[in-house]
């Protein structure tokens, strides 16, 4: 599934890195201490947090991750979609809690990560 399927499965409202939107989603990770995504994702994984900062862009692209959602309805940074745009990183923003959002991408996903 794309990151294109998932935003539009899950309206999820696309901030910046439109063209990253073709990426194949393997996976998530949820998480909202940077150190902890960084040991635990893995490249493809769409990454669920409520961190809206510039050091999220780092670890997208630290980690190769398809994407960054948002959750909350919590919007980036000016800051963080500026360095997003540069790096070309998607970021996302979701109405929904990180536990619905993650409970209903696993769903998209089949079941897998």
């Not at 998530?28 to 961190?51: E, R």
Request: a negative charge; charged letters at 20%.
């Amino acid at each position: 599934m794309t990151l294109r399927e998932v935003a539009d499965k899950l309206h999820l409202a696309v901030q910046c890195g439109e063209d990253k939107l073709d990426q194949v989603v393997k996976g998530g990770i949820v998480g909202d201490l940077l150190s902890d995504v960084i040991a635990n994702s893995n490249a493809s994984q769409v990454w669920i947090t409520m961190q809206v900062h510039v050091n999220v862009v780092a670890v997208a692209v630290l980690k190769d991750l398809a994407g960054i959602i948002i959750v909350q309805g919590r919007k980036p940074a000016e800051e963080t979609l500026k360095k997003a745009q540069q790096e070309n990183v998607a970021i996302l923003v979701s109405d929904r809690s990180a536990f619905e959002t993650a409970g209903k991408l696993y769903e998209l996903l089949g079941g897998s990560t």
